[in-house]
């Protein structure tokens, strides 16, 4: 029962992320000022050994589209209780912080009410640059990181496929 509701509920992901039939006009520079703002607010979560997110001030729904939300639950739940394909945090590419900073970011406007954003992150406690673009959704609550794409990929791709392999070898080690 358990993985006919994990796969239902990837399927109805899978649906609603493919429909792009919505159209709406590209951001204005309030709206790319709204992200900017946005996301270094998410980033000084990561300042000074900063708790990250989830964190006392930003929830995961504060931050991620809650599309990407339930892919990373989907992914979870498949793993029963092991580590699926998320073993860091997306938002650093990392596992371990310790001062990371926005050294540059670019934003870019997509279809519909959706942008992209180009960052180059440091630590400036260890020195170590990573470079990774995010998806922004604006949704009526505001700006939410919609996929994460770094040296893996989308991590919304990675999220679904392994979630459809975990699911596919629980199926296959299944008692018929």
């Not at 960052?119 to 996929?147: P, Y």
């Amino acid at each position: 029962m358990a993985l006919l509701r994990h796969t239902f509920a990837l399927l109805l992901i899978l649906l609603t992320m493919t429909d792009a039939s919505m159209a709406a006009t590209a951001p204005s520079a309030v709206d790319s000022a709204s992200a900017e703002q946005f996301l270094r607010r998410v980033y000084a979560s990561y300042a000074n050994d900063g708790p990250g997110v989830p964190s006392d001030k930003l929830q995961e729904s504060d931050v991620y589209d809650a599309s990407l939300i339930a892919l990373m639950e989907a992914d979870q739940d498949a793993a029963d209780g092991e580590v699926g394909f998320l073993d860091g945090d997306p938002l650093c590419d990392c596992q371990d912080w310790g001062d990371i900073r926005i050294q540059s970011l670019a934003l870019t406007a997509l279809e519909g009410d959706r942008l992209k954003a180009s960052l180059a992150l440091k630590d400036a406690s260890t020195g170590e640059g990573r470079k990774l673009d995010l998806l922004l959704h604006r949704t009526a609550q505001g700006w939410r990181i919609e996929d994460c794409i770094s040296g893996q990929g989308s991590l919304a791709e990675n999220l679904r496929r392994s979630t459809r392999k975990l699911l596919q070898e629980k199926k296959d080690a299944a008692p018929t």
